[in-house]
């Protein structure tokens, strides 16, 4: 996966830098920022928003009187929070099925447990993932809609995103847990941004939002707190050394919004 996403980000980058030195630039800068990232999709509780940076530079040529491109290389650091409740099954008695102990108060298995195979632990998980991407938007900027104002610009435009590292942390119970298993995320995922954009001499003010069209699976805390177990040494049941099998985990999947102020510089 590391060789992949390496080699992806090095071809990205060559071929915009590329394409870039093809032409004759207009202008050059570099951007300063925070985001705020809500996660939206098959999620417990709320997504609280949490700002995180965002840094880059730009290049910009003019297309014509009204419309000008923008290329951008921008390294964000984006956290997506997952607060709430979450529910994990057990299969107490490891024999592979959840359902053979129905809520009839009959021992269907005979081993003297009544619907041992039904249990469902909910608990409280407090925690987040912290993720980096490589973000290559090719943005278009226009000012000739709504009669704005010439120091006002429409910025729209698609990004290109390549995850770099990342992991999840939670606490739960006064115990902290950790993963850096990021294989349900896309290593390569498209965002679409809009937003506005003020000019005021050298200086620019972005506001603008981007919207995560590719979805991701998130590892479920209770999924977490397994791996972190047998990781240490622990043992959900002695002798088990595959508990995915006896465990069913909350589904987490969805799709990213970010908010984004960026401060623009021009060089």
């Known amino acids: ?75 964000t650091s984006k956290i997506v929070y997952r607060d709430g409740k979450e529910r994990l099954m057990l299969d107490n008695d490891v024999d592979g099925l959840f359902n053979e102990d129905e809520y009839d108060l009959i021992n269907n298995d005979g081993d003297g447990l009544i619907d041992e195979d039904r249990q469902e632990l909910e608990f409280e998980a407090n925690g987040h993932y912290q993720l980096y991407y490589l973000e290559i938007p090719i943005l278009f900027k226009t000012w000739s809609f709504m009669n704005l104002p010439h120091n006002m610009n429409i910025i729209f435009g698609p990004s290109f995103d390549f995850l770099l590292w990342g992991n999840y942390k939670f606490n739960q119970a006064g115990h902290s847990y950790q993963s850096k298993d990021l294989s349900g995320i896309s290593v390569f995922s498209m965002d679409l941004f809009c937003g506005i954009e003020y000019d005021f001499g050298k200086y620019g003010l972005q506001l603008l939002i981007n919207q995560g069209i590719i979805e991701n699976e998130y590892k479920s805390a209770g999924e977490v ?43």
């Open 1 to 75: 996966m590391k060789i992949t996403r390496s080699v992806l980000i090095i071809m990205s980058i060559v071929s915009l830098y590329s394409s870039l030195h093809a032409i004759d630039i207009d202008g050059k800068g570099i951007n300063l920022g925070l985001n705020y990232t809500k996660l939206w999709g098959n999620v417990q509780g709320s997504s609280d928003l949490t700002p995180r940076f965002t840094i880059g530079g730009f290049v910009n040529k003019k297309i014509n009187n009204w419309l000008v491109i923008q290329p951008e290389v921008l390294l």
């Open 225 to 267: 707190i397994m791996h972190t177990l047998k990781e240490n040494g622990g043992s959900v049941w002695p002798g088990i050394d595959n508990y995915s099998e006896y465990c069913k985990f909350q589904k987490v999947s969805g799709y990213g919004t970010s908010v984004t102020v960026l401060l623009s510089i021009n060089l």
